[in-house]
């Protein structure tokens, strides 16, 4: 069949993206009820020697908790992009929000160097990702009211100049375009 347009017809396509080695994702069972619902992010050890280590019952194993902190992105606001050279974070955004998030693999010796990654955080999923140290990340709040953020990391936050383990780079190193909603 011959189409109206039909040099600007295209196809869609729905293969497997790129994944930048060690970034994975851990679906979570959301239970709703008629009242609201209630999502296990995570079980917490606390153990005398190795304190706040996540169980396996979710299904990952994340390296050693020692900060858990809640953020919250205005509607339209890009925060990025930030790395960790020691720190490994992972994400959940409650499956009501939608943050786009966008990754790049900044580390030399990585099998997948120079990687991106862009993928919708929340939009009614419920799942966590997790980031190593070396893949800077940040994300866009597509949504008309606040976006929040909750996260794990193995490390203490600390300002004190030597001691901060989160560096920048600037919000558009990968083109502005990157944060821009896919039309179409």
């Known amino acids: 069949m011959k189409l109206e347009h039909q040099e600007l017809f295209t196809v869609q ?3 497997q993206k790129p ?11 959301r239970s709703p009820d008629d ?6 992010l995570a079980r917490i050890t606390v153990d005398a020697e190795e304190p ?14 020692r900060q858990i902190n809640y953020s919250e992105i205005e509607p339209g606001v890009i925060r990025a992009f930030h790395v960790h ?11 009501a929000d939608r943050l786009l998030m966008v990754l790049y693999d900044a580390r030399r010796d990585s099998p997948s160097t120079g990687r991106r990654m862009r993928f919708m955080l929340g939009a009614g999923q419920s799942r966590l990702v997790v ?3 070396g893949v800077a990340h940040g994300a866009r709040n597509l949504a008309v009211v606040a976006g929040r953020i909750i996260y794990f990391v193995d490390q203490y936050f600390s300002a004190k100049p030597g001691e901060c383990d989160e560096g920048r780079y600037p919000w558009d190193f990968l083109g502005a375009e990157i944060w821009e909603s896919v039309r179409g």
């Open 85 to 95: 050279l020691r720190q490994t974070d992972v994400w959940y955004v409650p499956s």
């Open 13 to 15: 396509s729905y293969d």
């Open 19 to 29: 994944v930048i080695d060690g970034v994975y994702f851990v679906p979570l069972r």
């Open 52 to 65: 706040f280590i996540l169980d396996e019952p979710l299904g990952y194993a994340a390296p050693l908790i």
């Open 35 to 40: 009242g609201g619902g209630f999502t296990e």
């Open 131 to 133: 980031i190593p140290p």
